[in-house]
C-alpha cells in the first residue's frame, strides 16, 4: 500500500514537470526574429498644381509616415519631378519623361503635418505644353516609395492681373469696376481671359480672402454685405485650359467700409384729423428693412417741434396737446436702427376743436 501511494506521488510530481515544461515551450522561448522596418516614407497623395501668372505654384503637405504606419524618423529630403507632355499625352508616361527639378532638405522643411509649396518660373515658349508633377519622399537609405498622386496643368497665356480695381458704397450694394490689362505675362498683347473671379475678406479678422463670384464682366454688385463690416476685394482674371484653371495674380487692393449713411424714405400719405380735444395722424407703413421708427413734427406758425421722446413703432399719434381754435401742420421723418433719420413727408394741416 505505501508503495503504492509513493508511486502515485512521483507520478503527479511528473506530471506537473511535463506540464511545466510544455508552458515554458510556449511562452518562454522566442520566435522567428522580426525584419527590420524598412522606414520608407508615405508618399503625398494630396499634391495640387496651380498656375497664378508666369509661375506654377505646387502644394502638398508632409509626409508624416512611412508604408509601415511608423512615425517617420528618417526623411532625408523631399524631390520635385516635371514632365512636359503634348497636351493629348497620358499622364502615364509621366515616369519615362520626368526631370528631377529640385530637392528640398528635410532640415529645411517645417516640422509637422503642416501644408508644403514650392513655386517655379514659366517660360512663353510653354504655353500650351502640358506639365506634370510629381514628389517623392526619400529617407536616409536614398529608398523610396514611388512618386505622389500626379498633378497636371496646361501652361496658359494669360494677362497680366486687373488693375485700377476701385469700389462705391450705395445703399442696396457695393459696386466694383476695374480695368482689363492690356499686356501679357509672357510679353506682348494680352489674351482675352475666359472671365474674372472677385474675392472677399472681411478687414477684421485674418481669414483669407473668399471667392465671391465668377463673372465675365468688368464690373460686380457685391448685395451680400453688411452694414456696420469693412471688407476688402481683390480681382483676378482666369483662363480655363483642359482640366485646370490659370489665374493672373491678385489685382490692387480696395478697402470698403460699409458704414450706412443711408437714411429711410419719406413717410407717404400722412392724414391729420382733428377730433375733440385732439388731432389724430396716420400714414403710410415705410417698407425699409431697417427701419426703427417714426418722428413726429408740428408747427403751430413757427418752427416745426418733436412731439414724440420715443421712435413711433407704428404709423399713428393721437396729439392731445392741441388747443381749441389752433392751427398745425404736422410732417413725420422715418428713422433706421444706425440713427439715421430720413425727409419729411409733406404737410398735412389741421385745424383743432
Known amino acids: ?29 522566442p520566435g522567428e526574429p522580426l525584419p527590420p522596418l524598412l522606414e520608407l516614407p508615405e508618399p503625398a497623395h494630396d499634391l495640387v498644381a496651380e498656375q497664378v501668372g508666369s509661375r506654377v505654384i505646387l502644394r502638398f503637405t508632409r509626409p508624416q509616415l512611412t508604408t509601415e504606419g511608423t512615425l517617420i524618423r528618417y526623411l532625408d529630403r523631399i524631390e520635385i519631378h516635371r514632365a512636359d ?25 517645417p516640422a509637422g503635418a503642416g501644408q ?3 513655386e517655379l518660373p514659366l517660360e512663353g515658349s510653354q504655353r500650351g505644353a502640358k506639365a506634370v508633377f510629381g514628389v517623392k519622399a526619400i529617407n536616409h537609405r536614398e529608398q523610396d516609395a514611388g512618386y505622389s498622386n500626379l498633378a497636371a496643368i496646361e501652361i496658359a ?19 466694383l469696376h476695374w480695368t482689363p490689362a492690356e ?53 483676378r482674371a482666369v483662363v480655363h485650359g483642359g482640366d485646370s484653371t490659370a489665374r493672373t495674380p491678385e489685382s490692387n487692393r480696395v478697402e470698403i467700409a460699409a458704414i450706412d449713411r443711408f437714411p429711410p ?33 408740428r408747427s403751430d406758425g413757427g418752427a416745426f417741434v418733436r412731439l414724440n421722446s420715443e ?11 392741441t388747443r381749441a381754435g389752433g392751427e398745425y401742420r404736422y410732417v413725420v ?14 404737410e398735412a394741416p389741421a385745424d383743432a376743436e
Open 1 to 29: 500500500m505505501r508503495l503504492a501511494r509513493r508511486g502515485l506521488r512521483v507520478s503527479g510530481v511528473c506530471s506537473l514537470a511535463a506540464a511545466l515544461t510544455l508552458l515554458m515551450a510556449g511562452c518562454g522561448v
Open 85 to 109: 507632355l503634348a497636351p493629348n499625352a497620358s499622364a502615364e508616361s509621366f515616369s519615362e519623361q520626368e526631370k528631377l527639378l529640385a530637392n528640398l532638405p528635410a532640415a529645411q522643411l
Open 116 to 118: 508644403l509649396s514650392y
Open 157 to 175: 497665356d494669360l494677362p497680366e492681373p486687373p488693375a485700377d480695381l476701385r469700389g462705391t458704397l450705395s445703399e442696396p450694394a457695393i459696386e
Open 183 to 235: 499686356r501679357s505675362v509672357f510679353g506682348g498683347p494680352a489674351p482675352n481671359p475666359d472671365g474674372y473671379e472677385v474675392y472677399r475678406a472681411d478687414s477684421a479678422t485674418p481669414a483669407l480672402p473668399q471667392l465671391l463670384v465668377a463673372t465675365s464682366a468688368t464690373s460686380y454688385q457685391d448685395q451680400t454685405f453688411a452694414f456696420g463690416t469693412s471688407y476688402i476685394y481683390t480681382v
Open 265 to 297: 424714405a419719406a413717410p407717404q400719405n400722412l392724414r391729420a384729423i382733428a377730433v375733440p380735444g385732439a388731432v389724430e395722424l396716420a400714414w403710410s407703413p415705410n417698407t425699409e428693412p431697417d427701419l426703427a421708427g417714426y418722428t413726429l413734427y
Open 311 to 321: 421712435l413711433l413703432l407704428l404709423p399713428l399719434y393721437r396729439d392731445s396737446t
Open 333 to 346: 421723418k422715418a428713422t433706421d436702427r444706425a440713427g439715421n433719420e430720413g425727409p419729411a413727408s409733406e
